[in-house]
């Protein structure tokens, strides 16, 4: 397994932009790809975005398609997600997590390090 450490989480006013970052460590070499989830209350998480790491081939959800960015920095084993044009629904906690196959990319079951999370509010 890979630990996995987010930052970047906040309060923000609608229309507003975030960056969230995933620290990894461990055996990131043995995984396949890293993904974004988020959890808001009284809600099952969903699948956000996800990265893979050898070739930067990018996955989303169609609710944040066109408004997030995931990127990698390979060398500083490192995942951020660019948020930009926050909605209040997008309010949650976010998590970062790491998939060692390459299958079923967007469902959670799949990933078997996450890390804490990082809370993010958008107010309207």
């Known amino acids: 397994q890979v630990q996995l450490v987010e930052s970047g989480g906040g309060l923000v006013q609608a229309g507003g932009s975030l960056r969230l970052s995933c620290a990894a460590s461990?055996?990131?070499?043995?995984?396949?790809?890293m993904g974004w989830f988020r959890q808001a209350p009284g809600k099952e998480r969903e699948f956000v975005a996800a990265i893979v790491w050898s070739s930067g081939i990018t996955y989303y959800a169609d609710s944040v398609k066109g408004r997030f960015t995931i990127s990698r920095d390979n060398v500083k084993n490192r995942v951020y997600l660019e948020m930009n044009s926050l909605k209040p629904e997008d309010t949650a906690i976010y998590y970062c997590?790491?998939?060692?196959?390459?299958?079923?990319?967007?469902?959670?079951?799949?990933?078997?390090?996450w890390g804490q999370g990082t809370q993010v509010t958008v107010s309207s």
């Open positions: 461990g055996r990131t070499y043995s995984y396949y790809a």
């Open positions: 997590a790491a998939n060692p196959t390459n299958w079923n990319i967007k469902k959670s079951a799949e990933y078997d390090s």
